[in-house]
C-alpha cells in the first residue's frame, strides 16, 4: 500500500491579542510558550486506508493535529478526491479523531465547487457528525466558492515553486 497522504498546509498556531500600547497584535502562545506549531492536512485523496495509520502515528506520539474533511461527496466525484463525512467508515474514523482531541476542520463543502444552499447543508452536517462547526478552512484547489483561487492562492516562495 503507497500511503499518498501529505500535509500540504503547516501553519503556526496563534492567540493573536492585540497590544493596548501598539497598533502591532502580540502574539500570546498557550501556557506561556515561545512558540506552538500545528499541521493541517490536506484532505485530497484520503481514505480510511491510506489516512489512519498517519493518525494513529500521530496520537501515538501525543501530537494531535487538524484534519480537514469534505462534508459531501460532488456528484461528479471521481477518485482523486477521496472520502467524504458522507462515507460512514470515513465518518466514523473523522468522529474517533474528533473525540482524541485532533481538531476537525473544513476543507470547503466537496473537492468540486458547490452551492451556496450545498455549502450551508454541509455545515450543518459537519456539525451533526463532528459535534461543532468547523474553525479553521482551507480553500480547495480551483473550487469557486473559495474566496481565493487559482495563481491567487500562492503568494511569495509558494508561488515559486508552484511555478517550478
Ligand atoms: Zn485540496
Known amino acids: 500500500m503507497t500511503l499518498f ?3 500540504k498546509f503547516i501553519i503556526l ?3 493573536i491579542k492585540p497590544s ?3 497598533s502591532n497584535p502580540k502574539i500570546v502562545w498557550p501556557e506561556d510558550n515561545n ?3 500545528t499541521i493541517f492536512d490536506d484532505t ?3 481514505t480510511v486506508e491510506n489516512t489512519k495509520p498517519i493518525y494513529d502515528f500521530l496520537n501515538s506520539i501525543g501530537i494531535k493535529t487538524t484534519k480537514s474533511v469534505w462534508t459531501t461527496n460532488h456528484k461528479d466525484r471521481d477518485h482523486r478526491t477521496g472520502c467524504s463525512l458522507q462515507d460512514k467508515e470515513y465518518r466514523i474514523f473523522i468522529q474517533e479523531l474528533a473525540e482524541k482531541g485532533f481538531e476537525i476542520s473544513l476543507h ?3 473537492g468540486l465547487t458547490s452551492t451556496r444552499d450545498e455549502t450551508i447543508k454541509g455545515l450543518k452536517f459537519f456539525r451533526e457528525v463532528v459535534g461543532y462547526y468547523p ?3 482551507a ?3 480551483k473550487n469557486l466558492e473559495g474566496i481565493y483561487w487559482g495563481e491567487a492562492r500562492f503568494t511569495g516562495l509558494n508561488k515559486f515553486f508552484t511555478v517550478l
Request: aromatic fraction near 20%.
Open 35 to 37: 512558540f506552538a506549531f
Open 135 to 137: 474553525k479553521s478552512l
Open 139 to 141: 480553500n480547495h484547489d
Open 44 to 46: 485530497d485523496h484520503s
Open 13 to 15: 498556531f496563534s492567540g
Open 108 to 110: 470547503l463543502n466537496a
Open 5 to 7: 497522504i501529505y500535509f
Open 20 to 22: 493596548p500600547l501598539s
